[in-house]
């Protein structure tokens, strides 16, 4: 089974032009832009903004797939960013700010309610950072 969200050739611009806060989601842009030094890249069907890609098989299957090590999402009243890693085990995000977060995703709704430079710590701390 292939992964649906892959690397695409589609305008991060555009993409990112297309939603209400677009001002937080550029300047996401450029602070993960400059600590990866990755180019970023549209995933999916205008579904996520990555950066970086390695390759992996999953457990038990020879399939090899991509995923990107740091990247983000505009959506509706937020903005989701993914690391790979699992949070909840993560000592920074209790000095984050305003944000909720799932195993590898943080949840903000402004940038303004999150500590700047906790935010790059996380993600310069991820930025290589793989799954498996």
Not at 28 to 42: A, C, D, E, H, R
Not at 76 to 99: A, M
Request: with cysteine.
């Amino acid at each position: 089974m292939s992964l649906k969200t892959i690397p695409t050739n589609k305008s991060v611009q555009k993409f990112i032009d297309s939603f209400e806060n677009k001002e937080d989601a550029t300047k996401l842009l450029k602070i993960i832009s400059k600590i990866t030094g990755k180019k970023p890249v549209v995933w999916g069907d205008n579904f996520m903004i990555g950066f970086g890609k390695y390759k992996y098989t999953r457990k038990g299957k020879k399939e090899e797939l991509e995923w990107f090590n740091v990247g983000f999402a505009p959506r509706k009243g937020r903005l989701t960013i993914y690391l790979t890693c699992y949070l909840e085990n993560e000592p920074l995000i209790k000095k984050l700010g305003k944000v909720t977060h799932g195993k590898g995703c943080l949840h903000i709704k402004k940038l303004v309610d999150v500590d700047m430079d906790i935010l790059k710590k996380l993600i310069t701390k991820y930025k290589d950072h793989t799954w498996y």
